[in-house]
């Protein structure tokens, strides 16, 4: 494999979206990226966090068959992850960028091959967090359904976003209208690139029932250290 080689290029309103491919010379593998504008939304090098997220959300759900939406796609690995649960009856997953679920359904992406093949699996057009605000629907072919899970992979950070239109999922007012969209006992789960921050923590609690954060740790081969990250769970009352 070269270097480096540009597997797709799509201008968008949120910046120009590059899907490529290269083989890293510091961690000596080949590696696929998506890159927003300036921002890296994914890296192939860095999955742990993004599965232990899928794996995380899993443990905590309760229930023999469960309904799971995941907003957002990227490189599929939190979706890979929630797919691993045999009691999985559907997945949905939600990314507001047709492009990377083109990528996904022309297999550009390994985890496409895997998503695309599977029954139970969905993946939708659309703006996840429009879908949470009132009148809004995570799944428009079936208006006003609840979940057993919503797990979420779109921002850096509860206070870091991708676009300043994510920002009011974040307060108590929006995690409340997460709540709403779960059944008794289901189970909201968060990805973060950052170390858990209590103050967010007390945000969650505040619109759940219970509210806990989980420090993620990785090798990072490129600065030869460990990294973190973090996974916050959040359940409704049963």
Known sequence: MALFRELDFRPTPMGDLVLRERFDVTAQQDIIEIKLGDEFLMSSLFTVSETALGH??????????????????????????????????ELVVVDALPEVIEWHERHLIPAGIILTADD???????????????????DPDRPGRRWDAIVVDIDHTPGHHLHPSHADLYDTAGLGRVAARLHPGGVFALWSNDPPDDSFTAVLAAAFHEARAELITFHNPLQGRDATASVYLA????
């Not at 139970?120 to 629907?137: K, P, Q, T």
């Open 120 to 138: 139970r699996c969905r993946l939708v057009h659309a703006d996840f967090f429009a879908g949470l605000r009132d009148g809004g629907e995570l």
């Open 235 to 238: 359940r409704t009352p049963s």
């Open 56 to 89: 995380l959300a899993m443990a905590d759900t309760r229930g023999e068959r469960i309904d799971v939406v995941v907003g957002g796609l990227g490189l599929g690995y939190t979706a890979l992850a929630v797919l691993e649960d045999p009691r999985v009856a």
